[in-house]
């Protein structure tokens, strides 16, 4: 079974704070994301990868960062946390197979205080 | 505009009955997938099910089938025989193009609530 691991459950930072959120999956996937979930509006994606050191900026990549130095590890950055960061944060992977599901992290909720 | 379109933000069901949650998909490729999750209140995401846009049958997988009429651009899951344990929030999501590269693009939810 793909196990996708997120670092932490729950993370609460201070404003201006850098803030690293980890992601690591087991599966051996060219492709990771991460989404950020807020009530009413879905899941949005931030940025994703395909290949160890590619990223592609997602649908909001404004004030975050990523990193992929290898391939089970995917990391989103937060270069400077503002209260507008707060949110859940979701992890995923995949195959480079078209039909296959993402697969998701348990995802990390961060308050931005 | 909206890629993946949920109409309904909630929706009641009684134990035992039917429901279909609504999702239409607005894409010019004529290849991509289409995807439903259920995110239970403890959050993590279960994929449920996949249609391809070449699929001539619509998919099922046990209580969950997907009813696709491409020409509508709609891909409702129906849920039969509602349990308990199906209240969750309920997301459809899109692959475009053929690669499987291509991020998932996500509605908003509809949130289901089954009643005893």
């Known amino acids: 079974d793909v196990k996708v691991t997120q670092s932490s459950r729950y993370l609460v930072k201070r404003t201006g704070e850098k803030v690293f959120l980890e992601c690591v999956q087991d599966?051996?996937?060219?492709?990771m994301f991460w989404y950020r979930q807020d009530p009413g509006l879905g899941l949005r994606l931030i940025y994703f990868?395909?290949?160890?050191?590619?990223?592609e900026k997602g649908d909001i990549p404004e004030g975050y960062s990523v990193s992929r130095e290898k391939k089970e590890r995917f990391s989103l950055i937060l270069e400077s946390a503002s209260t507008n960061q707060t949110s859940m944060y979701l992890c995923?992977?995949?195959?480079?197979?078209?039909?296959?599901?993402?697969?998701f992290g348990n995802g990390t909720r961060l308050t931005v205080t | 505009a909206q890629k993946i379109t949920q109409t309904q933000p909630g929706m009641f069901v009684q134990e035992k009955e039917a429901v279909t949650l609504d999702c239409t998909y607005d894409?010019?490729?004529?290849?991509?997938?289409l995807f439903w999750y259920k995110q239970p209140s403890s959050g993590e995401m279960i994929f449920l099910i996949y249609?391809?846009?070449?699929?001539?049958q619509n998919a099922t997988e046990g209580r969950y089938s997907l009813n696709f009429q491409k020409a509508r651009k709609s891909a409702n899951l129906v849920i039969s025989a509602s349990q308990l344990g199906d209240s969750a929030m309920y997301f459809c999501?899109?692959?475009?193009?053929?690669?499987?590269?291509?991020?998932?693009?996500f509605g908003k939810g509809t949130r289901l609530s089954v009643i005893a």
């Open positions: 894409t010019s490729d004529p290849s991509y997938g």
């Open positions: 990868s395909y290949d160890v050191k590619m990223k």
């Open positions: 999501a899109m692959r475009e193009g053929n690669s499987g590269n291509t991020p998932l693009v």
């Open positions: 249609q391809g846009s070449y699929d001539q």
């Open positions: 995923a992977s995949r195959t480079g197979r078209r039909v296959s599901p993402l697969h």
């Open positions: 599966m051996d996937h060219e492709n």
